[in-house]
Nanobody, 122 residues
Framework: VQLQASGGGLVEAGGSLRLSCVASGRTFNVYFMGWFRQAPGKEREFVAAFRWNGGSTYYADSVKGRFTISGDYATNTMTLQMNSLKPADTAVYYC????????????????WGQGTQVTVSS
């Protein structure tokens, strides 16, 4: 499975960005995908996850009500709509797929895309 992330950029506080992650390859048995982020000097942290079979969503408390994760079954694309962005959201965002344990743990995920930088200015 290959993951291609896109959509990062620079935005002012309060603004919005949309991240996309396209999955290709042997995706037929990938049931969960997720987003993680890593700020300089900090550990990688869970942001959100999406279950393809049923559409269940999972969010970190820090982004609930501001971020929305969704999936397009036709294009195997997972999207993270980020609204009301804060400087604290500044990080490199990574998409990941196929967790073998908790969807909240980065160590669970089998496949990773390249990161995309999100910078929120105050």
């Amino acid at each position: 499975v290959q993951l291609q992330a896109s959509g990062g950029g620079l935005v002012e506080a309060g603004g919005s960005l949309r991240l996309s992650c396209v999955a290709s390859g042997r995706t037929f048995n990938v049931y969960f995908m997720g987003w993680f982020r890593q700020a300089p000097g900090k550990e990688r942290e869970f942001v959100a996850a999406f279950r393809w079979n049923g559409g269940s969503t999972y969010y970190a408390d820090s982004v609930k009500g501001r971020f929305t994760i969704s999936g397009d079954y036709a294009t195997n694309t997972m999207t993270l709509q980020m609204n009301s962005l804060k400087p604290a959201d500044t990080a490199v965002y990574y998409c990941a797929a196929d967790p073998r344990g908790s969807v909240y743990a980065s160590s669970s995920y089998t496949y990773w895309g390249q990161g995309t930088q999100v910078t929120v200015s105050s």
